[in-house]
């Protein structure tokens, strides 16, 4: 319940603030006539406006800067320009979205409340990116920072970017979250051994092949003075010693 709340509320910020951005700076100060629902009226008047996706907000702001960008690139503007690129992003969102969900199902009542934060982040920022790909064929990026060279990002850009930096907290200071989860969901979906289970298979390993290494070095040869066999020339069998 908690991973589909926190994906819901994500979702909706970022395409109430998306939908804003469009119709209140972008479509409304260049004479759009349509409504803001209507996404298909939306799309082509975009398409066709060189002006509106290039600069449609006023630069101002301290910090901050609200500038709607269409993006049909990866992170960073990777792949920009490209169709294929963009498609491939399609799908490889499209699936890591489904494998995200279906292993969250099966690892739920496995997953830590900080665990569920960071999967619901995750889907509610894929989501609505993935919404903006397959409706208008790009992202709709709006946030501007001015006091460090960054690209433009969204709503959604950040959830993603938190969940990250949450995951990353998660791997070095918790033993179980979402990497365990998923891992010990995945393993018993194709019948592999558990982390435990896997974990004694490689001591066990260790100890033989030390075992076997320790039965290749030869014992050390007594030294003849010390084997008390009798053949010690000093030695004249009868317990004394020459002088």
């Not at 799908?91 to 997953?111: D, G, M, P, Q, Y």
């Not at 030869?218 to 008390?228: K, T, V």
């Amino acid at each position: 319940m908690l991973i589909i709340l926190v994906a819901l509320i994500v979702l909706a910020i970022d395409q109430g603030v998306k939908y804003w951005i469009m119709y209140a700076h972008v479509a409304g100060t260049l004479g759009y006539t349509g409504s803001w629902y209507d996404v298909s009226a939306l799309r082509t008047f975009l398409s066709g406006s060189a002006v509106a996706q290039q600069n449609a907000i006023p630069q101002n702001g301290t910090f901050i800067v609200l500038s709607f960008t269409p993006n049909d690139a990866a992170l960073w503007g990777l792949g920009s320009g490209t169709p294929w690129a963009s498609r491939l992003l399609l799908a490889l969102t499209a699936v890591f979205i489904f494998l995200l969900i279906f292993f969250s199902i099966r690892a739920s009542k496995k997953l830590p409340a900080l665990s569920r934060v960071i999967v619901g982040l995750l889907i509610g920022g894929s989501i609505g990116n993935l919404f903006d790909r397959v409706a208008f064929g790009y992202v709709r990026d709006m946030i501007c920072t001015k006091f460090i060279d960054f690209p433009v990002f969204n709503i959604a850009d950040s959830a993603i970017c938190i969940a990250i930096a949450l995951l990353l907290f998660e791997a070095f200071f918790r033993k179980l979250g979402v990497f365990e989860c998923f891992e010990d969901e995945f393993r018993y979906l194709f019948r592999m051994p558990t982390r435990e289970e896997a974990e004694a298979r490689e001591k066990e390993r260790k100890k033989n092949r030390l075992s076997r290494f320790e039965e290749l070095i030869p014992e050390e040869e007594e030294s003849e003075e010390s084997d008390g066999d009798g053949n010690d020339p000093a030695d004249r069998g009868d317990g004394s010693v020459e002088n």
